[in-house]
């Protein structure tokens, strides 16, 4: 997490042939993540639910949390 600026950048370690990066605007402190397209963080696997977690920024920690995925949601740091 790139605290202290106004954006955060994750990127996707398993995208072939080119990596995905996501860029949040911190201005905002909850993000969707999923298969959908109204999520902020799109990820096109079968696996994963159309809102699979959410993404949260409070007092410069980050936070993940599942909403219910079948599968659930593994963090890998």
Do not use: Q, W
């Not at 969707?32 to 990820?43: A, C, F, N, P, Q």
């Amino acid at each position: 997490m790139n605290c202290g600026k106004d954006y955060m950048i994750l990127e996707s370690i398993n995208s072939m042939p080119a990596k995905v990066v996501h860029v949040f605007d911190l201005r905002f402190s909850e993000f969707k993540v999923g298969r959908s397209v109204d999520t902020d963080m799109k990820i096109a696997d079968i696996s994963v639910s159309r809102t699979h977690s959410f993404l949260k920024v409070r007092d410069n920690k980050l936070f993940v949390e599942d909403n219910g995925s079948k599968f659930g949601t593994l963090v890998k740091i």
